[in-house]
């Protein structure tokens, strides 16, 4: 309770300013859940919580967040999804296969480790800090890998979801291009709604599917990674305490709230949901989110970047802008508009 009583309070403050920007300027320049992000590193920056807060901000910043984007799945509109055409489905996979394959590149020419390569690879490429996860028993990643790898994409995550609406003027994205390219760079699903969010609901709902398609690449590539890796090194070691290689579970693979989104998507495009009931999905599912950047930001210590190591952070920035640079020419390849 303490802790979501002060990821409550980080949200108070976030609506209040967000309320105070619209009466002075007549608009929100900077929405809720962004405010509530900036509020909560800020915060995070002058005390860093105890213990006691632990246990409420990481249900905030996990469970409540997973269980926005479940809600979010009640307001994919059907024929949006058909407008973008099956071309994008095998696009995202090619996206995924090639970023995986040239971020893997940058992290060896940088004099990276193999296996911390691939870490920030299937990071950068997939979905952060899960597949950072996902990956590290597979390949045998040693602790320190996985600790600098998901500390720089903790940090780095939080930056690339304030700074990528700002691309929109910049490139010329209409919102359906936009929601496209966010859900192709933005580290983990439930981030997905900051970034998007700015834009507008189209970028929310294409933001979302694209990133989560992105997400369920994740078992192939595991199981991929499973296949090829050798028991030598560290993953020698755990083969002497029982196992030549630890697979994930299941869970890890395809979470519980990508099958819950679908589900409600499934839902929605057969009738099954009333227009009351979608109206009340979005209203929860904006709080439980401005409740969970809130968490995020309180989570987030900028300190973080310096212990990440020069060459890492070179990897990673390098990798995100491939990425992009990726992305951006699929969405010209497929002439979306």
């Given at each position: 309770m303490p802790g979501i009583l002060l990821c409550s309070g980080v949200s108070g403050a976030a609506l209040a300013l967000q309320s105070l920007e619209v009466r002075i300027f007549g608009q929100a320049w900077l929405e809720a859940l962004v405010l509530a992000i900036l509020i909560g590193v800020a915060l995070r920056s002058l005390w860093a919580p105890g213990r006691r807060w632990k246990a409420g901000t990481d249900f905030s910043a996990k469970t409540l967040l997973e269980v926005a984007v479940v809600l979010l799945g009640a307001s994919i509109d059907p024929d949006t999804i058909l407008a973008a055409g099956p071309g994008l489905v095998a696009g995202i996979a090619g996206v995924v296969a090639l970023a995986l394959a040239v971020s893997y590149g940058i992290g060896r020419l940088l004099g990276l480790p193999p296996r911390m390569a691939v870490l920030v690879a299937c990071g950068n490429s997939i979905c952060g800090n899960s597949a950072i996860a996902a990956t590290a028993p597979v390949i045998g990643a040693h602790g320190d890998d996985v600790a600098a790898a998901i500390a720089f994409t903790a940090v780095l995550g939080v930056l690339?979801?304030?700074?990528?609406?700002?691309?929109?003027?910049?490139?010329?994205?209409?919102?359906?291009?936009?929601?496209?390219?966010?859900?192709?760079?933005?580290?983990?699903?439930?981030?997905?709604?900051?970034?998007?969010?700015?834009?507008?609901?189209?970028?929310?709902?294409?933001?979302?599917?694209?990133?989560?398609?992105?997400?369920?690449?994740?078992?192939?590539?595991?199981?991929?990674?499973?296949?090829?890796?050798?028991?030598?090194?560290?993953?020698?070691?755990?083969?002497?305490?029982?196992?030549?290689?630890?697979?994930?579970?299941?869970?890890?693979?395809?979470?519980?709230?990508?099958?819950?989104?679908?589900?409600?998507?499934?839902?929605?495009?057969?009738?099954?949901?009333?227009?009351?009931?979608?109206?009340?999905?979005?209203?929860?599912?904006?709080?439980?989110?401005?409740?969970?950047?809130?968490?995020?930001?309180?989570?987030?210590?900028?300190?973080?970047?310096?212990?990440?190591?020069?060459?890492?952070?070179?990897?990673v920035v390098l990798s995100l802008a491939a990425l992009g640079a990726i992305g951006l020419g699929l969405i010209r390849l497929l002439g979306i508009m």
């Open positions: 690339v979801v304030l700074g990528l609406p700002l691309l929109v003027p910049l490139l010329g994205l209409s919102p359906m291009q936009y929601g496209v390219f966010a859900g192709l760079t933005v580290y983990a699903v439930p981030q997905i709604l900051a970034a998007t969010a700015p834009v507008g609901a189209l970028s929310v709902q294409i933001g979302t599917l694209v990133k989560l398609l992105r997400v369920l690449m994740l078992g192939p590539v595991v199981v991929a990674l499973a296949l090829m890796a050798k028991p030598e090194g560290a993953a020698r070691k755990d083969a002497k305490e029982g196992g030549a290689k630890v697979r994930p579970p299941l869970r890890r693979l395809v979470p519980w709230f990508i099958l819950g989104f679908l589900a409600l998507a499934g839902l929605r495009a057969a009738g099954l949901i009333p227009d009351a009931a979608l109206a009340a999905s979005q209203t929860a599912a904006g709080i439980l989110t401005v409740l969970s950047m809130a968490a995020l930001g309180l989570g987030v210590d900028v300190r973080m970047l310096s212990r990440a190591g020069l060459r890492v952070t070179a990897a």
